[in-house]
């Protein structure tokens, strides 16, 4: 059961209703508030869970967030049992429910989640690149100066991305990424997840923008894009960056292994006597 003055934060399934958790099934049946970003797609999940909803449910999407988090926290100062649920996966992850996340949490009310099905973490594993170490970017701007402006400081962003988009804009975003990023640069177009019509396209971004320039994008879409290679220095770079940290102060020998810490590819020993041999 939900406990009473507890935001409760649920993920809902992101195609398949089979997905759907014991605990999400009994969250929509036991909460007094139920605080929905489309009355209508709840209304739909619940037929196909065959959950029973006795409590009031609330729209509640970006329009009307700010308005709508106040009926929340008057709901959880009465001590009522609140869930707030998106049309797919987490809410606050590209969906709504962070303003009443922020706003719960000011006023003292505990947060609690439901966890479940995630868009982002089912494209990643499916993708076929490293998933070690990976950054979420949520959607890029629609505007072309606007999304050339935000995806030029990834350039060396060495973490696989994920991205979300539209099927619309699809082709356009990678084509802009192939631009930006290099068009050998990994990725993959994962559509439709978990859904009867699920896709995984993988390749290069030239390979890509051929794949979604050729026909119509349908769905939703995930963009997971390899993470740029580590710059490799020079050993004349490196030495240069040994004298200038003994320079500063560091005594030869400790500047060579600093140095050889952050790049593995050259010895200390050898970055000593080079840096050595320059200075004499």
């Known amino acids: 059961m939900l406990a009473p003055g507890v935001l409760t934060l649920a993920a809902t399934p992101i195609g398949n209703p089979l997905d759907a958790s014991v605990r999400l099934m009994r969250a929509l049946a036991d909460a007094e508030l139920i605080a929905a970003e489309d009355t209508r797609r709840l209304a739909r999940l619940v037929r196909e869970l065959e959950v029973e909803t006795t409590g009031r449910i ?9 308005a709508r988090t106040e009926v929340l926290l008057e709901a959880l100062a ?30 003292g009310f ?8 995630s868009a982002v973490l089912t494209a990643l594993a499916a993708s076929g690149i490293a998933p070690d170490r990976f950054t979420f970017e949520g959607f890029p701007p629609r505007r072309e100066g606007r999304r050339a402006s ?5 350039v ?19 084509s802009a990424m192939a631009e930006t990023f290099g068009a050998d640069r990994r990725a993959a177009v994962a559509r439709e997840l ?40 020079s050993t004349e770079d490196l030495v240069e ?35 050595l041999s320059r200075r004499r």
């Open 58 to 66: 609330l729209s509640y999407h970006e329009h009307n967030e700010a």
């Open 78 to 107: 009465a001590g009522q049992r609140v869930l707030i649920v998106t049309d797919a996966g987490m809410p606050v992850v590209s969906d709504p429910g962070f303003q009443a996340v922020r706003a719960a949490t000011a006023a």
């Open 110 to 117: 505990p947060i609690t989640v439901i966890p479940g099905p």
């Open 150 to 154: 935000a995806l030029d400081p990834l």
């Open 156 to 174: 060396d962003e060495q973490r696989t991305m994920v991205f979300f988009e539209s099927p619309r804009r699809t082709a356009a975003t990678l």
């Open 194 to 233: 978990t859904k009867t019509h699920e896709q995984i396209v993988r390749g290069t971004l030239a390979e890509l923008v051929e794949w979604a320039e050729s026909g119509e994008v349908l769905g939703e879409v995930v963009l997971v894009i390899a993470g740029a290679e580590p710059a490799v220095a």
């Open 241 to 275: 960056e040994v004298l200038a940290r003994a320079a500063a102060g560091t005594r030869l020998k400790d500047a060579a292994k600093e140095v050889a810490r952050a790049h593995s590819e050259v010895g200390a020993s050898e970055l000593y006597d080079l840096a």
